[in-house]
């Protein structure tokens, strides 16, 4: 039996054989079909032909940290800082309902403005005039006492990439101030805490390996999230980074296909870094085996100035055009964009289709 009938067969496989599997499917395309068909066929058992929804709310750049592959990070003098006000943030949630959304993903830079209590305050005006809506956040690094009365606010949901399992390329890729210990410590606070956890990675991040990815995998496995975010790292001008290649999106989107088989029940967005990279990437990725996909929700006015990385996407349209657009990709490939909470699959959930 290759390695990847026997990964298909115990979803799982030790950093070796990882490496073995990705460089395997890289070879022979006849394998890495093998692995779509079952990506694919898990992707249908747990989800059917939906693909959830979530309308992000980029609500502050500023920064207190300084990644050094981010385009947003604190030692960016060129960025123009913008924060969102609380009426502001709740008119997105007003115009994404409208549209169908009813995933609410406030993300932003860790930004000392927003204190559990301004934080709690937003949470709270979300959850009273949106009951059945889900919220998601994505602000970092904070303590377990902040999670907690995030949760108890009314936050279901966290979104907080692990970024790298290895410790090396995380301290390489991080300023000293930032601990790869304590990132995945709040992964299992989040999850202690009853959220759901969205864990993930840069794909083709500088200095990263295939040992790393293994890495990576092997911790997906252990942290068993609801969600994983991966996309392909994307080179920004006013960084370190300026000039190394931006990452592969073969390789993305064959770690989907790996990762919807190492976690069938996962959700596993196609992310906006796929599709700036190929202007079919994010078809590509829910072809697959992702499942969601995160149109933007952030005024018109503030969209350009969120920018991780160069040339994102979807930075002048109105939010109402980027959600129809997508509902015609989506279709065009057999799926169909739903409208609801969208939570991760549980034993409780029927497909009917
Ligand atoms: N401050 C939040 C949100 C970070 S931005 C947090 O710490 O979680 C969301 C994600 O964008 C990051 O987790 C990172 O994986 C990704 N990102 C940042 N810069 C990028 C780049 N240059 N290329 C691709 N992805 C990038």
């Known amino acids: 039996m290759n ?7 115990q979803n799982s496989l030790t950093k070796d054989e990882f490496i073995e599997l990705i460089l395997l499917a890289e070879q022979d395309s006849a394998v890495q079909q093998k692995l779509t068909e079952e990506a694919v066929r898990l992707r249908k058992k747990y989800y059917g032909a939906d693909v959830y929804t979530r309308g992000l709310i980029e609500f502050t750049n500023y920064c207190k940290n300084n990644c050094y592959y981010c385009g947003i990070r604190k030692g960016n003098r060129n960025v123009k800082r913008y924060r969102l006000t609380k009426e502001e943030i709740l008119e997105c949630c007003e115009r994404g309902y409208e549209l169908g959304f009813r995933t609410f993903v406030l ?13 709690a305050d937003i949470v709270r005006a979300i959850r009273s005039g949106y009951s059945e809506c889900a919220i998601t956040l994505s602000v970092g690094e904070r303590s377990y006492e902040s999670y907690r009365l995030l949760r108890e606010a009314g936050a279901d949901r966290y979104l907080l990439r692990h970024e790298t399992a290895n410790e090396e390329l995380y301290e390489n890729l991080h300023p000293k101030e930032m601990e ?15 959220y759901q956890v969205g864990a993930g990675f840069m794909v083709d991040s500088p200095g990263q390996k295939l040992w790393d990815l293994a890495e990576d995998l092997v911790f997906l496995k252990e942290l ?7 996309g392909p790292f994307i080179p920004h001008h006013d960084t370190r980074y300026a000039e190394e290649p931006a990452g592969s999106v073969e390789r993305t989107v064959l770690l989907l296909t790996i990762i919807r088989i190492l976690l069938p029940a996962a959700l596993l967005p196609a992310t906006t870094a796929l599709g700036t ?3 079919a990437g994010r078809e590509k990725g829910l072809a697959a085996g992702a499942n969601v996909v995160m149109p933007n929700l952030s005024p018109l006015k503030n969209r350009r100035q969120y920018e991780l990385y160069d040339n994102k996407i979807c930075t ?3 939010a109402a055009e980027s959600r129809a657009d997508l509902a015609a990709r989506v279709e065009k490939i057999g799926y169909r964009l739903v409208s609801g909470r969208g939570d991760a699959w549980s034993r409780d959930t029927i497909h009917t289709c």
Do not use: N, S, W
């Open 277 to 279: 990279l190929d202007a």
């Open 224 to 230: 068993d999230p609801h969600m994983v975010g991966i």
């Open 3 to 9: 390695i990847a009938d026997r990964f298909i067969k």
């Open 107 to 119: 993300q932003g830079g860790e930004d000392p403005y927003f204190t559990d209590e301004r934080l």
């Open 316 to 318: 002048g349209e109105e």
């Open 180 to 194: 790869f210990a304590r990132r995945r410590q709040c992964l299992y606070d989040l999850k202690k805490l009853g």
